[in-house]
């Protein structure tokens, strides 16, 4: 017997992990999305002869079976885990820089080799700094678990490397053990997954997200992440829930400052004193309920954080395999010189970027496209606010503008390329916002600055009785295990909501 109805709004990785949790937990799940397939940002497209993946570049906190992390656990309590077949990736990343190219692996011991090789003089620092990585991530693990107030009090004593990281920009703390400054640059080349230069991004984020990848290692789903978003849907329909695609929600009802249920596109009206929005908090607020009907502090919170960078992707079918045209790794970080912070201001014109990455998808999985062939992604950070400024009329001029540029930036480090693309597909910050619904078309919502960290970020709990966040702009924050995780915590307030209240 079923016993509480929830209304599941959006089905990204934060959605549907929040919608499997409660449909497992014996709660009555209808889960609304307003495109034609789940997944949010996690999802592929078709183009010719083959298959993109849309977002995912490496997914962090599986790990092997002898060294599971929490991302792999949190999949088998939503009865996914097991529908999938994760494909390990070899290294960390490979960073080209102008005096140099590195591949730097995962596993702590093997990553502090890695930039010793490179950086001799700086052996002692770099190790230094990866233990209080390590120690950073582990004492994250253990705050998150805690659940009596006993893990509570013990805070303060137990997790002094997490608290003492709190206010610390990743330059800052990385200049506490290591001087070089190419070796920062190196350190921190990966800076673009988390939206800000190291100058400005937060250490506690940047310690743990990268500590997750290190000691687990990164993967790449097979079948891309739609087989993910796809396992979500049929375990949410295995245990009763209902997943209504290509319906969004138009309206979030509320009467006396709390949640009674929600309006479909459709015209659907379903009852329900539980939301979760995997929809972000600014439409959800501004749009799904209407401001007058949001506490103005929250509102306040809202307007004082400032949205994460977006993407600018060329996704590309090539008809040669990629070690034809030299390429060897899985994620190639591109670097005109050492200034992230030139780099990162270079986000906020539209152009050819002075850093980007391109994404090698065979590696991982010789499969991923007919034989002899290759799929390559090359994806640069920007900023969605330009490309919202561009008259309709000049968009498409734009966007192929910047798509050549880029080509030819990625020629000179991959001589051949050009002739070799059979099938091309570019997207911008615009096709994100279009997707997604996420203002700017950001990908992992608020920015990662000093108090953006995953402690500081908004609660799970909404502003009003009965509304529940799961998402990227939410604790602890965006990325496919972060988003995961706040579904899971969206699940765990209403789970607490719902005892009381019975
Ligand atoms: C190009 C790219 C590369 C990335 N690479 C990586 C990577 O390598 N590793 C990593 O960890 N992360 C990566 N990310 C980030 C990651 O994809 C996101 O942070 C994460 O997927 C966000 O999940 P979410 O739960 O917030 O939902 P979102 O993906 O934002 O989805 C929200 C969903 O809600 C739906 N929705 C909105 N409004 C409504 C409504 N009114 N009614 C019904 N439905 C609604 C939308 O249609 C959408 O399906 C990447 C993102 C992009 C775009």
Redesign the pocket.
């Known amino acids: 017997m079923k016993e509480k109805n929830v209304v599941v709004?959006?089905?990204?990785?934060?959605?549907?992990?929040a919608a499997a949790l409660l449909a497992r937990n014996g709660f009555s799940v209808d889960l609304?999305?307003?495109?034609t397939?789940?997944?949010?940002?996690?999802?592929s497209f078709v183009r010719g002869r083959f298959e993109f993946e849309?977002?995912?570049?490496?997914?962090?906190g599986l790990g092997p079976p002898q060294n599971r992390g929490g991302c792999y656990r949190l999949l088998e309590g939503c009865g996914v885990a097991e529908k999938l077949e994760f494909l390990p990736i070899k290294d960390f990343y490979s960073s080209i820089f102008p005096d140099f190219r590195v591949t730097i692996p995962h596993g702590w011991e093997q990553a502090a080799e890695s930039y010793a090789r490179q950086f001799p003089k700086e052996k002692g620092g770099i190790e230094a700094l990866l233990k209080w990585m390590k120690r950073i991530f582990e004492e994250f693990v253990m705050v998150a678990s805690a659940e009596r107030a006993i893990d509570f009090i013990r805070i303060p004593v137990k997790a002094t490397n997490l608290l003492g990281s709190l206010g610390l920009s990743v330059e800052k703390a990385i200049s506490r053990e290591i001087n070089d400054s190419k070796l920062k640059a190196l350190f921190c080349d990966i800076w673009g997954?988390y939206g800000l230069p190291p100058s400005l991004l937060s250490w506690t984020l940047f310690a743990i997200?990268n500590a997750s990848y290190i000691e687990h290692g990164?993967y790449h789903i097979k079948g891309t992440?739609q087989a993910l978003a796809d396992a979500f849907v049929e375990s949410i329909r295995e245990a009763g829930g209902r997943v209504h695609l290509n319906?969004?929600?138009?309206k979030i009802i509320v009467e006396n400052m709390r949640v009674k249920g929600v309006v479909?596109?459709q015209g659907d009206e379903v009852a329900s004193d539980y939301v979760v929005?995997?929809?972000?908090p600014i439409?959800?607020c501004l749009?799904?309920i209407g401001a007058e009907n949001i506490p103005g502090k929250y509102l306040d919170s809202l307007c004082r954080q400032r949205h994460s960078l977006?993407?600018f992707?060329i996704y590309m079918g090539l008809n040669c395999p990629a070690k034809n045209l030299g390429l060897e790794g899985h994620?190639l970080f591109v670097n005109d010189d050492y200034n992230q912070d030139e780099h990162y201001r270079q986000t906020f014109r539209i152009g050819r970027q002075k850093y980007w990455v391109i994404?090698n998808y065979n590696h991982a999985d010789p499969e991923f496209s007919p034989p002899d062939t290759c799929v390559l992604?090359i994806?640069a950070v920007v900023d969605g606010a330009p490309w919202m400024r561009i008259s309709p009329d000049k968009y498409v001029e734009e966007k192929n503008r910047m798509a050549s540029e880029m080509l030819d930036a990625a020629e000179e480090v991959v001589p051949g390329l050009k002739e070799h693309i059979e099938v091309i597909e570019v997207?911008t910050p615009l096709t994100?916002i279009r997707?997604?619904?996420?203002p700017y078309?950001?990908?992992?919502?608020f920015e990662y600055g000093l108090l953006g960290n995953p402690v500081f970020k908004l609660s799970n709990k909404g502003p009003i009785k009965g509304l529940y966040f799961?998402?990227?702009?939410v604790r602890p924050?965006?990325?496919?295990?972060?988003?995961?995780s706040?579904?899971a915590l969206a699940f765990r307030e209403i789970l607490k909501d719902s005892k009381k209240s019975a």
């Open positions: 709004v959006g089905a990204g990785l934060g959605g549907l992990t609304f999305e307003k495109n397939t789940p997944g949010g940002y996690a999802c849309t977002s995912l570049h490496e997914l962090s997954y997200a990164p992440s319906n969004g929600v138009k479909s596109e929005c995997n929809a972000n439409t959800t749009e799904l977006s993407t992707n994620e994404t992604v994806t997207s994100n997707f997604s619904g996420n078309g950001s990908i992992v919502g799961g998402n990227a702009w924050g965006g990325g496919f295990e972060a988003a995961m706040s579904g």
